[in-house]
């Protein structure tokens, strides 16, 4: 079928600190509408790529029917340089109104946490907070009908939400059958300055620690994607362009174990041949486990620790106790797994700092390095990291500087617990992740 309409989709992310990260989520949208929305054809522009007088030459010259932009980020999560990205977001929205009629339409993982601040700011005439698919899709056909958008989940019209209850809804269904086509030109650029790719293998997070937005950018129901699927997304992405590093950015990768040994098994018989990293949860993690993940190409893991402290960890909402963390330090440790603690926490006392210290040693790490946070109060953020006791299966050689990254609590906001590498760390590490934050090097 010949297309008959054009959605344009903007990612509006410009921040490239410590590096940029590819705009996962367009590329998301732009393959489950080619497939459910055939008429439609898909424009996208990624404001890391091309300037905002290019985005109004090419309304202009497209006049797409509806222009939709994600907004990814709310902040840089440095508390050194505080703001937000609002003023560079209505730079973009004003200059889509200048430049062609057709309905804004504004989404992504900030917009998400603050949709209504947002909506009132941009004067957007539809946004979609949450998992946006299928959403979107809905909304385009009721634009396609002339009729006014109504049932559709994470719907928010000028004005207010659609549906009068208090956001985050519940939500009436999710997807489980995602695949994802990168764009030639985005990995070409994101894989030469970041030195990897992001994909997802399942959304949503049951937990329910104090400090964290994906709840609210994914909801709380967990669901895994189509294993098959996402490794064929895998192979292609490797094939085609030459990528084999990823990072999996869901909120915590371990939570089903069931869905990830068969997406391992199904990476090892097809002979995926990536490197991959992800967030993990210290809770209930053995060796027999990261034996495998470490067989389909598992490099590097990075723990939700947040602190060293029982009672600590319990005001966080954290299920796990500082005998899960020291458990799952020695099983990555014992199955060759490069792994970092990332945790937040006021300046160790001086009667404190030897047991914390002692602490961050008994899980492999060297000393705890200071790193920036940028949590609501400003506080200072630490780190360690640990390398495995014996040769390992090597680092991701990815080109330029070695930038080790901060974890960050909202893939939006990026802000919260941060981390760094001690001088036990590997000297090359980098991920893909939906937040940015700040990083540090490693010592010598």
């Given amino acids: ?97 200048r430049a062609g009629t057709a309905p804004l339409l504004i989404g992504g993982a900030g917009f998400s946490i603050f949709p209504e601040h947002f909506m009132e700011a941009t004067g957007a005439d539809y946004g979609l907070a949450g998992e946006g698919e299928e959403s979107l899709a809905q909304l385009l056909e ?13 719907l928010f019209l000028r004005g207010g939400a659609a ?3 208090p956001y985050p809804r519940p939500r009436s269904r999710y997807l489980h059958e995602l695949d994802v086509e990168f764009e030639e030109e985005w990995v070409a650029y994101y894989w030469k300055y970041s030195g990897m790719l992001n994909i997802q293998t399942k959304r949503g997070c049951p937990y329910d620690c104090v400090y964290c937005s994906y709840p609210v950018i994914d909801g ?21 362009m030459g990528v084999d590093y990823l990072f999996f950015t869901d909120s915590v990768f371990n939570i089903c174990p069931g869905f ?17 990293g992800a967030y993990f949860t210290p809770l209930g993690l053995g060796r027999e486990e990261l034996e495998l993940y470490r067989h389909s190409g598992l490099t590097h893991i990075e723990f939700g620790t947040e ?10 909402g954290k299920r796990f106790t500082f005998d899960d963390v020291l458990r799952a330090s020695e099983a990555a440790l014992a199955a060759n797994v490069y792994y970092s603690l990332l945790y937040t926490s006021t300046t160790p006392t001086s009667s404190s700092w030897g047991a914390w210290a002692r602490r961050c040693r008994a899980c492999g790490g060297g000393l705890p390095v200071r790193a920036t946070s940028a949590t609501a109060s400003s506080s200072p953020t630490w780190g360690c990291a640990s390398t495995p006791t014996r040769g390992s299966t090597g680092w991701p050689s990815s080109r330029g500087s070695s930038r080790p990254t901060t974890r960050s609590s909202s893939r939006a906001t990026g802000s919260a617990p941060t981390s760094t590498w001690s001088r036990r760390a590997p000297r090359r590490s980098r991920r893909a992740r939906r937040g940015s934050s700040l990083t540090t090097r490693p010592t010598r």
């Fill in 220 to 240: 709380r129901t967990m669901r895994t994607l189509d294993a098959a699927k996402i490794v064929d997304d895998i192979i292609r992405l490797k094939r085609s």
């Fill in 163 to 165: 549906d009068r209850e």
């Fill in 1 to 97: 079928m010949t297309p008959q309409r054009r959605i344009l989709l903007v990612s509006a992310n410009r921040h490239r600190e410590p590096y940029p990260v590819y705009p996962l989520g367009l590329s998301y949208l732009k393959s489950y509408l080619r497939r459910r929305m055939p008429h439609y054809e898909v424009l996208l522009f990624d404001c890391n790529l091309g300037s905002v007088a290019q985005l109004e030459e090419l309304i202009r010259r497209e006049r797409p029917d509806v222009v939709g932009v994600s907004l990814r980020n709310v902040d840089g999560a440095n508390s050194l340089r505080e703001g937000n990205f609002l003023a560079g977001y209505l730079e973009i929205t004003q200059a889509v109104r």
């Fill in 307 to 316: 602190s060293f402290d029982d009672a600590t960890l319990e005001a966080y």
């Fill in 142 to 154: 009721a634009l396609d009908e002339g009729g006014e958008p109504h049932g559709i989940d994470g």
């Fill in 260 to 276: 990830n040994a068969r997406l391992a098994e199904e990476l090892i018989r097809r002979e995926a041949g990536i490197r991959w």
